[in-house]
């Protein structure tokens, strides 16, 4: 595993707002709240110099096109994209890997999805943070905090590998159905956007 994380590679990020604007175009009719907020987050990120801070979380009910969304946000960006949900999730170890003398252990998701996109720079989007359960295996909502803090995540110790990771270069997004259930600690870390779903006039655009 240790051979195969992407060390130090990543995919050339842009953070052009033309792009960005055209790709959210092409794959969303409509939405143009929505547009709006991605694009201020891109243009914000640009005089940054990165896209680090708050973590976007788009919440709606089911069907909206809250995926879709993250994944037009990780083509306008040139970045791998790699999608988990925690929903229902009650075990530490799928975030946080289990420790090697565990029967059958695994890195955590997280740890995954690097050795999959081969960046150290994709776009992850978490679905379903309103639905993280409690666990008896420790809590993972503090666990997903740990990952999502840029304070701390510069050195993230998956259980399993052992070894920090920067995860720094990571960009969260996150997608709810509801947002009271989401636990507090984690709604202080991100903006939330609203994607209603299309009204009427804009379904009957989409179907002409």
């Not at 969303?28 to 891109?42: N, P, T």
């Not at 503090?142 to 990571?170: G, I, R, T, W």
Request: hydrophobic letters at 40%; aromatic letters at 8%.
């Amino acid at each position: 595993w240790l051979t195969s994380m992407p060390w130090g590679t990543n995919s050339e990020e842009n953070l052009e707002l033309s792009r960005a604007k055209e790709v959210l175009e092409e794959d969303h009719y409509g939405m143009e709240d929505v547009k709006k907020r991605i694009l201020e987050f891109i243009a914000v990120s640009q005089l940054r110099g990165s896209t680090q801070g708050k973590i976007l979380c788009f919440y709606g009910p089911p069907g909206v096109g809250k995926t879709s969304i993250a994944r037009s946000i990780a083509r306008a960006l040139n970045r791998e994209y790699f999608r988990f949900s925690v929903g229902g999730m009650t075990d530490v170890a799928e975030i946080k890997g289990h420790r090697r003398t565990y029967v059958g252990a695994m890195p955590g998701k997280i740890i995954q999805c690097l050795k999959k996109t081969k960046t150290e720079n994709p776009l992850v989007l978490i679905d379903e943070v309103d639905k993280i359960g409690r666990g008896y295996q420790g809590d993972p909502s503090s666990a997903l905090l740990e990952l999502l803090d840029p304070e701390q995540n510069a050195n993230f110790l998956d259980h399993y590998l052992d070894v920090p990771v920067d995860l720094s270069k990571v960009l969260f997004i996150c997608t709810a159905n509801i947002l009271d259930t989401i636990p507090e600690p984690l709604r202080d870390r991100m903006e939330m956007i609203n994607v209603s779903g299309y009204v009427a006039q804009e379904k009957l655009a989409i179907a002409e």
